[in-house]
């Protein structure tokens, strides 16, 4: 079966500390990978995305995110963390560019000044 | 440069009723997705419409019915709304062969 787990569902960082979220796929297929951010309230923000090549990708807003196949693994990562980015975090998979999403439950960010 | 837009923001609808939500897809777009996130969950894929054909369905009763026009917009009907429809509705734009989605704000649905 497709899925994709977000085992945190609430991380709380200091300012300026790293970030790692963890996102982990079951999909029958090489699967093309997103990161989405939500504020409250709001639609789905494009952090990244990966298709193929290079497994570590840069976004925007100061994220990347490093595919490992043999982990099934698409952690979202970011040096030092903003109170601005605090937000949900979502991970989603897909078939191919246009095929539908599958997204996690989401990982909710807390940032502490 | 417009992105996806959505219509109404908010509503809120009596348990039975109908509904419609509208999406106008980023310009140069030609398909357009619809999500169902009931709050605290990630969006689910409703489907996707392309060529005014609905192309993909995910698991969603046949009371989610949906429309694409000449002009790609799209509508997202539902009826017989229960209180479980309760839920933000976002749509999705897409260019055919082109890498990935622009996501709208969402509409949020009420259903007392």
Redesign the interface.
């Known amino acids: 079966a497709q899925s ?1 787990t977000q085992p945190d569902i609430h991380i709380t960082v200091s300012e300026g500390a790293s970030l790692e979220l963890r996102c982990n796929y079951s999909y029958g297929a090489t699967p093309y990978l ?1 990161w ?1 951010v939500q504020s409250p ?6 952090l990244l ?1 990966y ?1 193929s090549g290079d497994t570590l990708v840069q976004g925007i807003k100061g994220f990347e995110a490093e595919f490992k196949r043999s982990q099934s693994s698409f952690n979202l990562r970011k040096p030092s963390v903003h109170w601005s980015d605090a937000a949900e975090y ?1 991970c ?1 998979v897909g078939a191919r ?10 990982t909710r960010l807390q940032v502490f000044p | 440069d417009a992105g996806v837009t959505q219509s109404p923001t908010h509503l809120i609808k009596t348990r039975g009723q109908q509904v419609t939500l509208r999406c106008s897809p980023k310009s140069g777009h030609d398909t357009v997705s619809w999500y169902q996130q009931a709050l605290g969950q990630g969006p689910q894929f409703i489907f996707q419409y392309y060529e005014e054909e609905e192309r993909q369905r995910g698991n969603f009763p046949d009371r989610f019915s949906g429309h694409q026009f000449p002009n790609y917009s799209s509508e997202l009907n539902v009826n017989a709304l229960l209180l479980g429809d309760s839920a933000l509705y976002l749509c999705a734009s897409s260019l055919e062969g082109a890498k990935g989605y622009t996501f709208g704000s969402g509409t949020r649905l009420t259903v007392v």
């Not at chain 1, 309230?41 to 494009?46: D, E, F, I, T, V």
């Open positions: 994709v997103f989405y309230g709001q639609g789905l923000q494009l995305k298709f979502f989603a560019v246009t095929d539908k999403l599958i997204f996690g439950t989401g």
